[in-house]
């Protein structure tokens, strides 16, 4: 089975920080895009980083400088290394990944089971 795990997430005063990291596990043939979005209660998932397999990345302007994106190629897997965290970066983080499976190397887009992140005042 496919499938994305995430960890590191939890509680954090403001102006700390988190790292966040995910492992695609799986018969994966070759994985494309990873990222993270994260999810305000009421609201729509949102960007916060992306990374290709080529390691060029972007960024939400509201995590510029504060986040990094990284990634493992050889061991499939990507961390959001999350600094001068604010309340506002309160939400529920989800890592995400396009990969290519199977013998017909169909396109497969993966999502992992979210991780709350609380930063408090």
């Known amino acids: 089975q496919v499938q994305l795990v995430e960890s590191g997430g939890g509680l954090v005063q403001a102006g700390g920080s988190l790292r966040l990291s995910c492992a695609a596990s799986?018969?994966?043939?070759?994985?494309?895009?990873m990222g993270w979005f994260r999810q305000l209660p009421g609201k729509q998932r949102e960007l916060v980083a992306v990374?290709?397999?080529?390691?060029?990345?972007n960024y939400a302007d509201s995590v510029k400088g504060r986040f990094t994106i990284s990634r493992d190629n050889a061991k499939n897997t990507v961390h959001l290394q999350m600094g001068s965290l604010k309340t506002e970066d309160t939400a529920v983080y989800y890592c995400?990944?396009?990969?290519?499976?199977?013998?017909?190397?169909?396109?497969?887009?993966?999502w992992g089971q979210g991780t709350q992140v609380t930063v408090s005042s």
């Open positions: 799986g018969t994966i043939l070759s994985i494309e895009t």
């Open positions: 995400h990944a396009d990969t290519v499976v199977g013998q017909r190397y169909n396109y497969l887009e993966l």
């Open positions: 990374i290709t397999s080529g390691t060029g990345t």
